[in-house]
């Protein structure tokens, strides 16, 4: 069983940057992702990457301001989520996750993955 560690949340102001990284034990399948959660609110996809050949796909709401990179070389698996230009309602719990399904290739949707992180917390004041 792949097991993920996520790193990097914290707070920072409007307009600043954080990067959030994601270590997988193991070969996290067909693609890896960042999904985001605030209480009461819906769960939204933020980005996502394909593991083997690429094809990042982002949410709206994240455009121009997001990356999501996967380094898988030397046997590694990290997923990084570089995040530029916060705004307050970015703050969320973010989590990692990986995806033994190729649906995971066409969208963000958390359905299609089956391995999650523990999340880390992400706070953007105003």
């Known amino acids: 069983q792949v097991r993920l560690v996520e790193s990097g949340g914290g707070s920072v102001q409007a307009g600043g940057s954080l990067k959030l990284s994601c270590t997988a034990s193991g070969y996290p399948g067909y693609c890896m992702g960042w999904f985001r959660q605030v209480p009461g609110k819906e769960g939204e996809g933020v980005a996502s990457?394909?593991?083997?050949?690429?094809?990042?796909?982002?949410a709206d709401s994240v455009k121009g301001r997001f990356t999501i990179s996967l380094d898988n070389a030397n046997a590694k698996n990290t997923l990084s989520l570089q995040m530029n230009g916060l705004k307050p309602e970015d703050t969320a719990m973010y989590y990692c996750?990986?995806?033994?399904?190729?649906?995971?290739?066409?969208?963000?949707?958390?359905?299609?993955?089956?391995?999650w992180g523990q999340g880390t917390q992400v706070t953007v004041s105003s």
């Open positions: 996750a990986a995806s033994a399904y190729r649906d995971c290739l066409v969208a963000i949707t958390s359905g299609a993955y089956n391995i």
């Open positions: 990457i394909g593991a083997q050949f690429g094809g990042e796909l982002y």
